[in-house]
């Protein structure tokens, strides 16, 4: 398999454009009496979320100022995602207000990546549509910003990088990470597993690990700047290793990590159902610092749409494995992701999703409504069920999990609850919010001088999407 190892060589020639992009951002400094401003912004997932943060690293070493502000801003980047239509049409949205703020300041650069512009016939319509855009860049050419960026700036001309592969890892990318307490590490990159409903695999080439000397080098040095919990990702953890020539595998990094002093909280996603093996999870069971908490995506509780998925597990399968999870790790907090409105979905294949969902009483899911994808195999697919069928089904579905929700969160009533401070509130100073072990949100009265520190909180008020409480 092709994974690129882009070598300390190749990246010493991106480092080389950051430098020149920081002459260049001297230069402009000097002539404005301020430094050039970037505005971020990013769709989808948590692993977008971490490519945000690389580009935030070699921005801010290239001499960028950062704003909230997109109107402030001299660069705009958006990092996109292609996993569902609704977050292309933000996407498109946003460039079409950006097209009138660029007509009032032509000096705006516009930038857009990731997911979304991987697919040619996104990258095609943008250069279409949207010919105020700059520069576009997919997710193999991450680490080629800098050049590309610089050639932008300086050559004045639009600048398209979505060259295709199977993968690349550069581990020398800077961070700049927007929290100190935790942080999300990438263990992998990639996915091999084709749902044939998702773009994952085509826009982000195969699966690919980092070597476990990599990852536990960076989790130390975030330790050694107050960092506490750590949240590994990739799109399907479980398999993590199978591609490098050692014989460490996701359970033996997860023991690694636990080993490290420092660290107090270890969070992972995602699993898949299907290569959750057992000795995870007695891992999870036996290592005190990971949290009892597992995402573990259903997608649908029906054998025939889950073949038509391409899951590789039946609900039966999935049961076993959710009953192995709680008779194991008693109180284990447990999350999924459904959709609804795969096209071979019939109202009793969606009845079958229900009664799973009420016989796991998952304490969240994430649920979605099937958006087709151009390139897989589910867009040849005709649908069962008309649209409004469709959105039936879903509520119904947000209306069972709610009940759950609140049900599982009475549980903690009066409950005492260790807590990492996470965020002081908007609104009001005095109040509190941060995570339990379980991953769920606990607000409560407290100073801000609390932030990124573990508190005891007993629990007075569950509520559905959160519990409230009294600092002990
Ligand atoms: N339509 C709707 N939801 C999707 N997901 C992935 N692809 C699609 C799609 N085409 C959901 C899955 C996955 C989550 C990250 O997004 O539930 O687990
Ligand atoms: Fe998409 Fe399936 Fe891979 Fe998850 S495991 S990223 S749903 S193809």
Redesign the pocket.
């Known amino acids: 398999m092709a994974t690129t190892i882009i070598t300390k060589e190749q990246w010493a020639e991106s480092e080389k454009f950051i430098t020149k992009l920081k002459e260049v951002n001297i230069r402009f400094a000097q002539q404005n009496g301020r430094m050039r401003l970037a505005h971020t912004e990013t769709y989808g997932c948590q692993q977008n979320v971490n490519d945000t943060e690389r580009i935030r690293g070699m921005l801010d070493k290239a001499g960028f100022g950062f704003t909230d502000d997109a109107k402030e801003a001299d660069l705009v980047i958006y990092n996109t995602c292609a996993v569902r239509e609704n977050a292309e049409q933000r996407v498109f949205g946003r460039l079409g207000i950006l097209k009138h703020i660029k007509e009032t300041k032509p000096e705006l650069i516009v930038a857009v990546c990731g997911c979304m512009v991987q697919q040619e016939h996104i990258c095609e319509k943008i250069k279409k549509v949207h010919d105020h855009v700059d520069l576009i860049f997919g997710t193999h050419a991450l680490y080629r910003m800098p050049e590309l960026l610089y050639r932008t700036i300086t050559e004045n001309e639009t600048v398209v990088d979505i060259t295709n592969s199977d993968g690349a890892i550069c581990e020398d990318v800077p961070i700049l990470r927007d929290r100190a307490e935790k942080a999300w590490v990438s263990i992998m990159y990639g996915?091999?597993?084709?749902?044939t409903?998702?773009?994952?695999?085509y826009v982000r080439g195969r699966e690919r690990s980092r070597k476990p000397e990599d990852i536990l080098n960076e989790i130390k040095g975030l330790v050694a700047n107050g960092t506490t919990e750590i949240s590994l990702l990739g799109?399907?953890v479980n398999s993590y290793g199978k591609d490098l020539d050692t014989e460490i595998d996701f359970a033996d990094l997860l023991r690694m990590v636990n080993d490290i002093e420092g660290v107090e909280r270890i969070r992972f996603m995602?699993s898949?159902p299907k290569d959750l093996s057992d000795k995870l999870i007695y891992t999870i069971r036996d290592c005190d610092k990971i949290c009892k908490q597992l995402h573990l995506?259903l997608?649908s509780g029906s054998d025939k749409i889950l073949k038509d998925m391409n899951?590789h597990y039946t609900k039966e399968q999935y049961l076993a494995i959710v009953e192995k999870l709680k008779k194991e790790i008693p109180g284990i907090t447990l999350t999924t992701d459904i959709i609804v409105g795969f096209p071979t979905e019939t109202t009793p294949d969606f009845r079958e999703t229900l009664e799973v969902l009420k016989s796991v009483r998952y304490d969240n899911i994430f649920s979605f409504i099937y958006s087709r994808r151009e390139g897989t195999p589910a867009a040849k697919l005709d649908f069962a069920l008309s649209d409004e069928e469709i959105h039936k089904n879903f509520e119904e579905m947000l209306e069972v999990q709610n009940q759950i929700c609140l049900e599982k969160n009475l549980e903690y009533k009066d409950k005492i609850e260790t807590v990492l401070v996470e965020d002081v509130s908007d609104t009001e100073p005095t109040i509190l919010t941060g995570r339990n072990d379980g991953g769920k949100l606990v607000t409560f009265a407290g100073d801000a001088s609390l932030k990124g520190k573990y508190v005891k909180v007993k629990i007075t008020k569950p509520k559905q999407w959160s519990l409230e409480g009294e600092l002990q």
């Open positions: 996915c091999n597993n084709f749902c409903y998702c773009i994952v695999p799109q399907n995602t898949h995506p997608q899951r």
